[in-house]
């Protein structure tokens, strides 16, 4: 019954390795976002997704490569892991529209790059 | 571009007693909305309170309310009898009415509470 799901919640990976974390609402919503928050804990936008058409693309290398298969579901892939990208990546969820709703989000993925 | 700032990294306050948390925010827009969010130890983000620019009243939910002050772009948050279970990080978000959704935080607020 969980509205915005991540998999998986912890991933450990390599350097250079290529890793995608996947998400799925079942609110029915229209949009769907990916937010960063690093070790300051500060959270920033990265992309968000709207009926599967990309709506926002913050600067963000592109190595980061978001697929939305579905209004659904909203994927994350990272080629080329570096050191940097070790942090808690969130996927979230809103209807959308400018309806007066707030974002739901995810319990997050903790990425550790070694 | 809109920008949030909580200017208290840290706070602290005694199990039962009061405690605000401060926020405001830069935006040259009229319509929006205001969040306070609250992080556990969990590391899932919790909706703890909504403020729309257009309502002048301020919002509450239960131990949680607002002292929303547009003109002073200032969206603060008070807990009423705090309880252990409040300690977490709080993050003031803004977001558009319109246009692209994205939520902007400020750098959070990580609140002990003292037994």
């Known amino acids: 019954d969980t509205a915005v799901s991540q998999t998986p919640k912890y991933l450990v990976t390599q350097m250079g390795n290529d890793k995608s974390i996947k998400c799925e609402q079942n609110?029915?919503?229209?949009?769907m976002y990916w937010y960063k928050q690093d070790s300051k804990k500060f959270l920033k936008i990265m992309f968000s997704y709207n009926n599967k058409e990309l709506i926002i693309n913050e600067t963000v290398p592109n190595r980061f490569s978001p697929k939305s298969p579905d209004k659904a579901h909203l994927n994350l892939h990272i080629n080329s892991l570096e050191l940097g990208d070790s942090a808690v990546y969130f996927c979230?969820?809103?209807?959308?529209?400018?309806?007066?709703?707030?974002?739901?989000f995810g319990q997050g993925t903790r990425l550790t790059v070694v | 571009a809109q920008t949030v700032t909580q200017s208290q990294p840290e706070m602290s306050v005694q199990e039962a007693e009061t405690v605000t948390l401060s926020c405001t925010y830069d935006?040259?827009?009229?319509?929006?909305?205001l969040f306070w969010y609250k992080q556990p130890p969990s590391r899932q983000m919790i909706l703890v309170i909504r403020q729309e620019a257009y309502k002048q009243q301020n919002a509450t939910e239960n131990r949680f309310s607002v002292n929303f002050q547009k003109a002073a772009k200032s969206f603060s948050l008070k807990i009423s009898d705090s309880q252990l279970g409040d300690a977490a990080m709080y993050f003031c978000?803004?977001?558009?009415?319109?246009?692209?959704?994205?939520?902007?935080f400020g750098q959070g607020t990580r609140l002990t509470i003292n037994p």
């Open positions: 978000a803004y977001r558009s009415a319109w246009g692209a959704q994205k939520l902007v």
């Open positions: 979230a969820s809103s209807p959308g529209g400018g309806q007066d709703t707030e974002a739901f």
């Open positions: 609110l029915g919503h229209d949009t």
């Open positions: 935006t040259s827009e009229s319509d929006y909305y």
